[in-house]
């Protein structure tokens, strides 16, 4: 029943963006949406869990998750708003490592019997390393445009040969990561059958990204006329509407004791936000007039570094109490506040 609402609300949220000039309406049914798009998605990828193990799963879900981020950063390229594309997979990144994980683990850790949530310790580390080589790229590009040095010339194919090289590491690491608990399954109460689960992620997934283009063109004209500036656009309100699917998923499984399947979702949207998504969506800029590169604003670039050891220092050692969640919290508390006022 809540399945056929959902969809119904995503249908009237598809005829209020494209037959009607009612940006609130569609706003608030966009809203609306988009949360039983998410209770969609927590559903299937549970039942997934005890078909396919966390990381299968995890993977599975943060593609499907991050598909409403894939067609923001598109639209707004064409667009022409590089401002607007680059901050949109920066806030994405930021939402899920900071906002996300930090009420997951808040969650995960309420819900453990001695108040600590544990999970396996790899993905963690893996993902520290994946996001590290991210940063490195970003760090050592915005270095060198700031000291305007001859590579500061070549931003854009240095950037196209950092995104191959991280697809291609990626690439290297996805397989053995998603073989390495293929014995390991979540125990779960879902009888919901593995087709009828695919289905339901695959439906709840295109519909979030249709969804979430609708609701940020809903709130284009509320950013105008409060005066919010492009990052904040960018690294909040993006970051928050396109990630609604992981805050429901990540959250929901934590607070019913899914560690691993929680920490696999949000870190493996992590992971490929930096070195699949970012990197893919770089070299299909290359067939916009607005290209995309890996030079971001020194003050993010800093944050960026610091929230891959925040995470790396927190969930490194598979376990985790509430407080260091609610400080992942506040690291982005701040980061929201900063931008607030660029």
């Given at each position: 029943?809540?399945?056929?609402?959902?969809?119904?609300?995503?249908?009237i949220?598809?005829?209020?963006?494209?037959?009607?000039?009612?940006?609130?309406?569609?706003?608030?049914?966009?809203?609306?949406?988009?949360?039983?798009l998410?209770?969609?998605?927590?559903?299937?990828?549970?039942?997934?869990?005890?078909?396919?193990?966390?990381?299968?799963?995890?993977?599975?879900?943060?593609?499907?998750?991050?598909?409403?981020?894939?067609?923001?950063?598109?639209?707004?390229?064409?667009?022409g708003?590089?401002?607007?594309?680059?901050?949109?997979?920066?806030?994405?990144?930021?939402a899920?490592?900071?906002?996300?994980?930090?009420?997951?683990?808040?969650?995960?850790?309420?819900?453990?019997?001695?108040?600590?949530?544990?999970?396996?310790?790899?993905?963690?580390n893996?993902?520290?390393?994946?996001?590290?080589?991210?940063?490195?790229?970003?760090?050592?590009?915005?270095?060198?445009?700031?000291?305007?040095?001859?590579?500061?010339?070549?931003?854009?194919?240095?950037?196209?040969?950092?995104?191959?090289?991280?697809?291609?590491?990626?690439?290297?690491?996805?397989?053995?990561?998603?073989?390495?608990?293929?014995?390991?399954?979540?125990?779960?109460?879902?009888?919901?059958?593995?087709?009828p689960?695919?289905?339901?992620?695959?439906?709840?997934?295109?519909?979030?990204?249709?969804?979430?283009?609708?609701?940020?063109?809903?709130?284009?004209?509320?950013?105008?006329?409060?005066?919010?500036?492009k990052?904040?656009?960018?690294?909040?309100?993006?970051?928050?509407?396109?990630?609604?699917?992981?805050?429901?998923?990540?959250?929901?499984?934590?607070?019913?004791g899914?560690?691993d399947?929680?920490?696999?979702?949000?870190?493996n949207?992590?992971?490929?936000?930096?070195?699949?998504?970012?990197?893919?969506?770089?070299?299909?800029?290359?067939?916009?007039?607005?290209?995309?590169?890996?030079?971001?604003?020194?003050?993010?670039?800093?944050?960026?570094?610091?929230?891959?050891?925040?995470?790396?220092?927190?969930?490194?050692?598979?376990?985790?109490?509430?407080?260091?969640?609610?400080?992942?919290?506040?690291?982005?508390?701040?980061?929201?506040?900063?931008?607030?006022?660029e």
């Amino acid at each position: 029943m809540l399945v056929a609402v959902t969809f119904g609300l995503t249908a009237i949220a598809g005829v209020l963006h494209y037959a009607t000039d009612q940006p609130v309406a569609t706003f608030v049914v966009c809203a609306i949406a988009l949360g039983g798009l998410a209770w969609i998605v927590a559903l299937g990828t549970e039942a997934l869990g005890s078909h396919f193990g966390p990381a299968a799963t995890g993977v599975l879900q943060s593609t499907l998750g991050n598909l409403p981020e894939l067609f923001v950063v598109l639209f707004a390229l064409s667009a022409g708003e590089t401002v607007v594309a680059q901050t949109s997979i920066l806030g994405s990144l930021f939402a899920n490592a900071l906002l996300v994980l930090g009420l997951s683990i808040v969650a995960g850790a309420r819900a453990a019997d001695d108040s600590c949530m544990r999970f396996g310790a790899r993905l963690p580390n893996d993902t520290a390393i994946l996001t590290l080589l991210a940063v490195f790229l970003i760090t050592v590009l915005g270095v060198s445009d700031r000291v305007g040095d001859r590579a500061s010339h070549h931003t854009l194919a240095i950037s196209v040969v950092g995104a191959i090289v991280l697809l291609l590491i990626y690439a290297s690491w996805l397989p053995g990561y998603v073989r390495s608990d293929t014995a390991a399954r979540e125990p779960g109460e879902s009888n919901l059958p593995r087709v009828p689960a695919l289905v339901l992620l695959a439906g709840a997934g295109v519909g979030a990204a249709l969804v979430s283009d609708w609701f940020i063109s809903a709130l284009d004209p509320a950013v105008k006329s409060l005066g919010i500036s492009k990052a904040f656009t960018g690294i909040v309100i993006v970051g928050i509407a396109g990630n609604a699917v992981e805050n429901a998923v990540g959250v929901s499984l934590a607070a019913r004791g899914k560690s691993d399947l929680a920490v696999s979702v949000v870190k493996n949207s992590v992971s490929q936000i930096a070195v699949f998504l970012y990197p893919t969506l770089v070299l299909l800029s290359l067939f916009f007039a607005h290209r995309l590169t890996f030079v971001v604003n020194p003050v993010l670039t800093v944050a960026l570094a610091l929230t891959a050891i925040a995470m790396w220092a927190i969930t490194g050692d598979g376990k985790a109490a509430a407080f260091e969640g609610w400080a992942l919290v506040g690291l982005y508390v701040i980061l929201a506040a900063l931008t607030w006022y660029e």
